[in-house]
């Protein structure tokens, strides 16, 4: 599913599954706080269609992220719970360094994200998935909230066995409206 038209209100990003598209409206139209929607006023009831391809995500001490929470239909999708462990260490090694740095730069920017990751399993066979990814402001730890679309993927696919970042197809950043105004050369 492609959404064909994008709308001021996300800087020209196009979203290529609907529900990428409403998950993106509903954050941008939540109160915010230093930019970023207040995770106070975040209520999961406001978007029950969307819940179960949620992630929440939480800074640790070290700076890595941990799931906090994995929306039903993912776990079915990924085959396990990882509510509790590092990102990271489910997204294979080549992934993990610009997976971390991608996490950093929304809560450092801050800015949201919609990028569409390459998976693949053992075998070779990929699946495409959407991700849009928010940081909280208010939240202690930090947290980030990403909204995932299957976009497609091989019919042989075997969901419940590993499988690691293969690539990003497309990255882009949404502006949560900082004003630069007062910057002058």
């Known amino acids: 599913m492609t959404d064909q038209t ?4 996300f800087g ?3 979203f290529r599954h609907e529900q990428s598209r409403q998950f993106a409206a509903h954050m941008m139209a939540l109160p915010r706080q230093e930019f970023c929607p207040l995770r106070s006023v975040f209520d999961p009831l406001h978007i029950p269609d969307l819940l179960p391809r949620i992630i929440l ?4 001490d070290d700076g890595n992220f941990r799931y906090r929470l994995l929306g039903t239909e993912l776990q ?3 085959g396990h719970d ?5 990102v990271a260490s489910g997204v294979g090694d080549r992934a993990a360094g610009p997976l971390q740095a991608y996490m950093n730069r929304i809560m450092e920017h801050p800015c949201s994200v919609r990028c569409v990751a390459i998976f693949a399993d053992q075998a070779g066979r990929t699946a495409l998935l959407e991700y849009v990814s928010f940081p909280f402001s208010g939240a202690t730890p930090a947290q980030q909230i990403c909204h995932v679309a299957k976009l497609g ?9 590993a499988t690691f ?3 990003l197809d497309e990255i882009e950043g949404i502006d949560l409206g900082a004003d630069f105004s007062d910057i002058s050369w």
């Open 153 to 161: 993927r091989d019919s042989t696919m075997d969901t419940n066995t």
């Open 6 to 9: 994008s709308g001021d209100v």
């Open 165 to 167: 970042v293969q690539g």
């Open 57 to 60: 995500r939480e800074r640790v």
């Open 76 to 78: 079915s999708y990924m």
């Open 12 to 14: 020209g990003v196009l």
């Open 82 to 86: 990882p509510t509790g462990k590092l």
